[in-house]
């Protein structure tokens, strides 16, 4: 079955430093992934993805993410984190062997500090 | 442009209560999704839809229906609530997986907060 791992409940990081949320999947066949952001008492806000082509995917608010092949881990970066970051994070994958339906990690809460 | 659309945002049940959680989309997308959020569970998903008139059960079911009204609204419906069922829950929609690569992403409404008591 396709599945993802978030490994860290929580991430803290100051402003302006650079910050990493993890994301490793386990897929048959080539893998869709996806992030999504969740700020409080709203719903899941696409963020980038990872379909095909070049391993570093740039998306929305300055945020990018790293598909790594071999290490088969698809790392939310940003170089430079803002407080309006804080939020929860959900890297999914695209599961072809049912329904198509997005698989989602358990989530990772960032909160960036001033 | 609404996107996705859910209501109510906000509802409190009595156990053995019925109820149905509308959604609609305006991006003429033929698959939609119910999800349920839980602390430290993720997204879950309850049914699914990949076009008006089919509907296919997901991976929490259980106590649940639903219903493609027509290529806008999946309702999801309640028939007897009980307080494991308290949840907030998610529709989301995207475009069949086939028609272009390039248009995978779900899109998701903002959520019902769901409380059974």
């Known amino acids: 079955a396709q599945s993802v791992a978030q490994p860290e409940d929580q991430v803290n990081v100051a402003e302006g430093n650079p910050l990493t949320v993890k994301c490793t999947y386990s897929?048959?066949?080539?893998?869709?992934l996806f992030w999504y952001v969740q700020y409080p008492n709203r719903g899941l806000q696409f963020l980038l993805k990872y379909i095909t082509g070049d391993n570093l995917v740039k998306g929305s608010y300055g945020f990018e993410a790293e598909f790594n092949k071999s290490q088969t881990s698809f790392h939310l970066k940003k170089p430079s984190a803002l407080v309006s970051d804080s939020a929860l994070y959900f890297c999914?994958?695209?599961?072809?062997?049912?329904?198509?339906?997005?698989?989602f990690g358990t989530g990772t809460r960032l909160l960036v500090s001033p | 442009n609404a996107g996705v659309t859910q209501t109510p945002k906000f509802q409190v049940l009595k156990t053995g209560q019925s109820m149905t959680l509308q959604c609609a989309q305006d991006m003429n997308h033929n698959s939609m999704y119910w999800y349920r959020q839980d602390p430290g569970m993720g997204l879950r998903l309850i049914y699914y839809s990949a076009s008006e008139g089919t509907t296919d059960k997901g991976e929490v079911p259980n106590g649940y229906n639903v219903s493609r009204l027509n290529k806008r609204e999946f309702s999801l419906r309640l028939e007897s609530a009980a307080p494991s069922q308290t949840s907030v829950y998610f529709c989301?929609?995207?475009?069949?997986?086939?028609?272009?690569?390039?248009?995978?992403?779900?899109?998701f409404g903002q959520g019902t907060r769901l409380t059974v008591v």
């Open positions: 989301a929609s995207s475009a069949r997986f086939g028609s272009t690569a390039q248009n995978t992403e779900a899109f």
């Open positions: 897929v048959s066949g080539n893998p869709y």
């Open positions: 999914a994958v695209r599961d072809f062997t049912r329904f198509q339906k997005l698989v």
